[in-house]
């Protein structure tokens, strides 16, 4: 089941959250996620009202180190260890970087619920 918030719609500082079968989504410190289930992985997808993005950060603790995304890379895959579970995930959206210091959103916490 695929959640489809109209994204361009929230405001940077709006807090929301979608609630399905098979997902936890929303928006929170300029970040947009949703996410999709296609078997063993867990589709994201993001978005974020920040200007100049150079690249995202993203980690899913005790599953996946922090990973460094390129600005055009707006979807990741997380392999799903074991079913049902709830997979929390965090993203950032960044400026900078490569001899000079990045600035970066807070880190927004996300979450999604697998099915079997």
């Given amino acids: 089941m695929r959640i ?13 959250v979608f609630l399905s079968e098979a997902a936890l989504a929303g928006c929170s410190n300029e970040m947009c996620s949703t996410s999709q289930q296609e078997g063993d992985r867990l589709i994201v997808t993001f978005s974020t009202t920040m200007a100049g993005v150079t690249h995202y950060n993203f980690v899913v603790p005790r599953i996946k180190p922090q990973v460094e995304l390129r600005a055009w890379q707006t979807q990741t ?8 579970m709830i997979i929390r995930y965090s993203l950032q959206a960044c400026s900078g970087g490569f001899l000079k210091k990045s600035t970066c959103t807070p880190w927004a916490n996300f979450a999604a619920r697998t099915v079997f």
């Fill in 77 to 84: 895959t997380i392999f799903i260890p074991h079913r049902p």
């Fill in 4 to 16: 489809a918030p109209p994204l361009a719609a929230v405001a940077a500082s709006a807090t929301l």
